[in-house]
């Protein structure tokens, strides 16, 4: 229903900033957006997550007030989801997911993995110490 594609990881000293963008295409404007995120060994976990007005964000402890989620509508099949990621640390290394569900609400955003539909391939950030 969304097909997703991200793009913006790389290789980053602790301390730094890199801005992950999401091109996603299809029923975007029925979807809250959201970004997650895999280390090596471990479970996906939730990094953040947008409603489907922008007006409503949410994050997970580790990342608040060093990330920040954005929206643009382009029109009602495309949009970009961006996460700005600044004061970088070892443990922010990981693929990152984008990731699209279909939701009435326009205020409403999950945290939740399971919850969401459509998943984009990832993209690695990796942050030296």
């Known amino acids: 229903q969304v097909q997703l594609v991200e793009s913006g990881g790389g290789l980053v000293q602790a301390g730094g900033s890199l801005r992950l963008s999401c091109v996603a295409s299809g029923r975007t404007f029925s979807a809250v957006m959201g970004w997650f995120r895999q280390a090596p060994g471990k479970e996906r976990e939730f990094v953040a997550s947008i409603s489907r007005s922008g007006a409503v964000t949410e994050y997970a402890d580790s990342v608040k007030s060093r990330f920040t989620i954005s929206r643009d509508h382009h029109n009602s099949t495309v949009n970009t989801v961006y996460l700005e990621m600044n004061s970088l640390k070892p443990e922010d290394s990981a693929v990152y997911y984008c990731?699209?569900?279909?939701?009435?609400?326009?205020?409403?955003?999950?945290?939740?993995?399971?919850?969401?539909?459509?998943w984009g391939q990832g993209t690695q950030v990796t942050v030296s110490s």
């Open positions: 990731a699209a569900r279909q939701e009435p609400s326009i205020v409403r955003v999950t945290t939740t993995a399971a919850l969401y539909d459509d």
